[in-house]
């Protein structure tokens, strides 16, 4: 299987409406915070990471295209678990060594109006927020474009409930704006320790000090 990449937005679409109706059927999706977000692009969604179906609640919860940055190791994991994000369309990042390409890819993404879903915490999957990384504060501060902290919370049940014949309780909370992220641009470190104690109000989790 090739690696993905981001597909057109008409396709990115489609898959964002299956996805919706998936959710709606599987599970008690709750949508909050709506009111905070950008009425366009190029914005940055900065969630917490509880199961790898997160991006499939923020495709719903969002119902536009979207362009996710991930790990490249995604490439390493069983076919069967990567194809919602080979159909959907990614860009892959090296966390040790970044290559030239994946900057081009999200800064034509970015100049084009997209909206990004970066997960500070990378590819760790914790019930409990872990120190966040720098990816989303440094695209935010280079173009000077706001991070929307994201709450979620249930994903890490769904599958459990299934079985049991339930739907699980998903809520996903996009909190207030982190503006004027240029003046972090030599600062990252304080931009992503903001969004995280965003991300960690919502969640009730006050003793995040990252």
């Not at 090296?94 to 081009?104: A, G, V, Y």
């Not at 999957?125 to 000077?144: D, R």
């Not at 003046?183 to 969004?195: E, H, Q, S, V």
């Amino acid at each position: 299987m090739k690696p993905p990449t981001p597909r057109n937005r008409p396709t990115r679409y489609l898959i964002t409406y299956i996805a919706a109706i998936i959710c709606s059927i599987l599970t008690k999706i709750k949508v909050e915070g709506k009111e905070n977000l950008p009425k366009k692009g190029p914005y940055i969604l900065a969630p917490n990471h509880i199961d790898h179906s997160d991006p499939v609640a923020i495709a719903y919860a969002i119902k536009k295209p979207i362009t996710f940055l991930m790990a490249e190791d995604l490439e390493n994991v069983p076919s069967v678990q990567r194809i919602i994000p080979w159909a959907y369309g990614v860009v892959l990042v090296n966390r040790k060594k970044p290559k030239l390409s994946t900057f081009k890819i999200m800064n034509k993404q970015i100049q084009g109006g997209e909206i990004i879903c970066i997960f500070p915490e990378g590819t760790s999957i914790n019930p409990n927020l872990i120190e966040g990384k720098n990816g989303a504060a440094m695209f935010a501060s280079k173009h000077n474009i706001p991070i929307i902290p994201v709450a979620i919370r249930g994903t890490n049940f769904v599958l459990e409930k299934l079985k049991k014949l339930k739907r699980q309780r998903v809520t996903v909370v996009f909190g207030k704006p982190i503006e004027e992220t240029a003046k972090f641009l030599n600062n990252n470190d304080n931009l992503t320790r903001k969004t995280m104690q965003a991300i960690s109000k919502m969640l009730n989790e006050p003793e995040y000090l990252c």
